[in-house]
């Protein structure tokens, strides 16, 4: 979907900004800086006011990244479950090739540690299981 | 044909439920995806004609088909975690088909709904006040003097905000009930806002939650006929956890940054776009589904301890043999909770702390079990019930680096809108990393000192309740800060 048609489909809404922005960072992969002056102009706001959203919310991002991505719980749960001691692993595993994202709770803090790739989920991992993970991201 | 039943809550999913009912189905069985009982530690389970088997790997199917499985459970009903409970939210967790009207029909669903229709909104919020519901996303607050206030509030419109953010660690309860009985959630919110009289209601759900929007708007669309001509709304949150304070929502509701506002006005008075708005969790519009049914207020007043009336749904997180969602009427201790329910730690090792209330709570000793679980006698010991998440630690943590952790977590999530918490955090960060590489009792000291500047100069109880992390590691395992 274009830029404009995404704008087109939220602007009637009451507070249009983030649902925008969600559309915009899932089809582009990040929200630059002609995004941002597009979706002020169209909502009638500044420049910075949407920079100042855009860099807010972690979930938004300045600049695509192609890679693929692995959200790894470091929350308490999943710290007290072993995940620390696997994250030099997981990061030589990932290398370069794999955008390795720290994460705070994904709501399995019973099962952990756990990892998150786009919507599917994964539980009870370990060492192995999360290098096995991050090669086949 | 055999019916077998299996959950499609994301943690059973997260453990492979999806492997195990293709495998069922292969051989011929009918699969009904169902919610989760919450008995984590055994999912996948797989429930046929009420006996369970679990934790089921698509290899176990031939064995449980012919009787000779190692994983059976018995009666799931009857198992301890689950008889031991007193189930009024999650009464439907693990019996109903998430998306079925039928089954919620079937299940007392919409009664309360019916009945809150023919009752006058003063006489709604009365029951709901003499119910004793209090808030079950943090703070407690008594729901029926809220929605009074809305109520009362003058103005034409009128919004029911859902706090879906969810973000405490070692909490899932309203993940589990979006996911299992989203209905009810729907049910509770056209209950509040003919209580409160909001035309529109917006569920604000964090984006680490893919699996509950999905639902949640499934459930929408299928109930919007029943609801009408209330109007309901998904809303996702964008990865802030300081989003969950309820200004702070509700500024990033309006499109703008998630940065907290002064009180007053009271959201209640001016909230969403300045209008009159109720802001609730999850658990506590759930709540009143049930409460609102014939009796309902009654039952939940008579169950609890002191002010801390109805059942709270406790999630045990962590390093815990049984883990998963208990719900029981305050009062239980911790000893209760982890040792006779939980079963101790999932490594065996000996619990050395336990973390209530998400990154804000404060870490309980062992020693300290017998605190039974209940808003004023937690306030009363420096620490918070929160949410109801418990997460466990085995002896192998290092509590100084836990406090490092919550100081940290403040850092990276403060909306930066007040000094101590902006700064004050990462300073904190620092100072911790100083004392465990060489002890002096000056910096010890100056954490103490910041820690009851954070306490007393901020805004919103994320700059302001770190500290009970952190000072309580530091009172209780002065040993892992080197002393
Ligand atoms: C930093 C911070 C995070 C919070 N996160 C949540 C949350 O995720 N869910 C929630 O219901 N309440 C959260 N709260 C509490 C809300 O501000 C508010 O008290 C609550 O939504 C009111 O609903 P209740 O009365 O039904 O509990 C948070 C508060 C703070 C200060
Ligand atoms: S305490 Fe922290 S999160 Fe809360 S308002 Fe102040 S800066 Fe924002
Ligand atoms: S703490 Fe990792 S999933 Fe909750």
Redesign the interface.
């Known amino acids: 979907m274009s830029l404009d048609a995404i704008i087109e489909r939220h602007r009637g809404r009451?507070?249009?900004?983030?649902?925008i922005?969600?559309d915009v960072q899932a089809t582009v992969g990040c929200i630059d800086t002609a995004a941002e002056a597009a979706i002020a102009a169209a909502?009638n706001l500044s420049r910075a006011e949407v920079h100042?959203?855009v860099s807010?919310?972690?979930?938004?991002t300045a600049t695509a990244d192609p890679r693929p991505c692995l959200e790894l719980c470091r929350?308490?749960?999943?710290?007290?479950?072993g995940v620390e001691a696997m994250v030099a692993a997981a990061e030589a595993a990932a290398g370069d090739r794999v955008r390795l994202k720290p994460?705070?709770?994904?709501?399995?803090?019973?099962?952990?540690p756990?990892a998150?790739i786009g919507?599917t989920?994964?539980?009870?991992l370990d060492e192995a299981s999360l290098v096995a993970l991050i090669g086949q991201a | 044909m055999t019916i077998v039943r299996i959950s499609d809550d994301?943690?059973a999913?997260?453990?492979g439920a999806d492997a195990v009912a293709a495998a069922f189905a292969e051989v011929g069985c009918t699969v009904e995806r169902v919610s989760s009982w919450g008995m984590?530690?055994l999912?996948p389970l797989v429930e046929i004609d009420g006996i369970g088997w679990g934790p089921v790997k698509p290899g176990d199917v031939a064995a449980i088909l012919c009787g000779t499985s190692d994983k059976a459970i018995g009666s799931i009903a009857d198992h301890p975690f689950i008889a031991r409970q007193k189930r009024l939210t999650f009464a439907r967790a693990g019996r109903t088909r998430p998306l079925n009207l039928d089954d919620y029909a079937a299940t007392g669903g919409w009664a309360g709904l019916n009945r809150a229709r023919a009752l006058t909104p003063v006489t709604i919020i009365a029951e709901v006040t003499q119910s004793g519901l209090r808030g079950r996303g943090g703070a407690g607050f008594p729901a029926g003097v809220k929605w009074r206030t809305v109520a009362a509030a003058p103005g034409a419109r009128k919004y029911i905000v859902c706090n879906a953010d969810?973000?405490?660690?070692?909490?899932?309860a309203d993940?589990i009930l979006m996911e299992g009985d989203p209905f009810a959630l729907i049910e509770g919110m056209a209950i509040a806002a003919h209580a409160v009289g909001a035309q529109a209601g917006t569920i604000y759900v964090r984006?680490?939650?893919?699996?509950a929007i999905a639902k949640l708007n499934a459930a929408i669309d299928l109930a919007a006929a029943i609801i009408a001509p209330f109007r309901l709304e998904v809303?996702?949150?964008?990865?802030?956890?300081v989003c969950g304070e309820e200004t702070a929502l509700l500024n990033?509701?309006?499109?703008?940054?998630?940065?907290v506002r002064t009180k007053p006005p009271l959201p209640a008075i001016e909230g969403l776009?300045g209008c009159p708005t109720a802001v609730n969790n999850v658990l506590t519009i759930a709540a009143v589904s049930h409460i609102m049914r014939p009796g309902g207020g009654d039952l939940y007043a008579s169950l609890g301890t002191g002010r801390s009336r109805g059942t709270m749904p406790i999630?045990?997180?962590?390093?815990?043999r049984h883990?998963?969602l208990f719900e029981a009427p305050f009062g239980l201790t911790l000893y209760e909770l982890i040792h006779d329910i939980g079963g101790g730690t999932?490594t065996g090792r000996p619990v050395k702390a336990v973390?209530v209330g998400g990154?804000l709570g404060a870490y309980i000793h062992p020693r300290d079990f017998a605190l039974p679980f209940d808003y004023e006698a937690y306030a009363a010991a420096d620490a918070l019930i929160g949410h109801g998440?418990i997460?466990?630690?085995?002896d192998s943590?290092d509590m100084g680096a836990?406090a490092r952790?919550a100081m940290q977590?403040c850092a990276?999530?403060s909306?930066g809108k007040c000094t101590p918490c902006r700064i004050g955090s990462t300073r904190g960060v620092e100072l911790i990393d100083r004392i465990r590489s060489t002890p002096r009792q000056a910096d010890i000291t100056l954490l103490e000192d910041l820690c009851e500047t954070l306490k007393d100069a901020s805004l919103c109880a994320l700059g302001g309740f770190t500290p009970y992390p952190v000072l309580s590691a530091l009172k209780h395992w002065p040993g892992d800060f080197g002393r």
């Not at chain 1, 009451?14 to 649902?19: F, S």
């Not at chain 2, 999630?315 to 815990?320: D, E, K, M, T, V």
Request: glycine share 14%.
């Open positions: 009451e507070g249009p900004l983030l649902p922005l969600h909502l100042g959203v807010f919310y972690h979930d938004f929350a308490e749960a999943c710290q007290a479950r994460v705070y709770c994904l709501g399995l803090c019973s099962v952990g756990n998150r919507d989920l994964h539980a009870r | 994301v943690l999913l997260a453990c984590h530690w999912e969810e973000g405490d660690s070692g909490t899932f993940r984006s680490e939650y893919p699996h809303r996702v949150g964008a990865g802030a956890y990033s509701l309006e499109g703008k940054r998630g940065e776009f999630q045990l997180a962590g390093n815990i883990g998963g999932a973390q990154p998440g997460t466990v630690f085995d943590v836990m952790f977590f990276i999530e909306c």
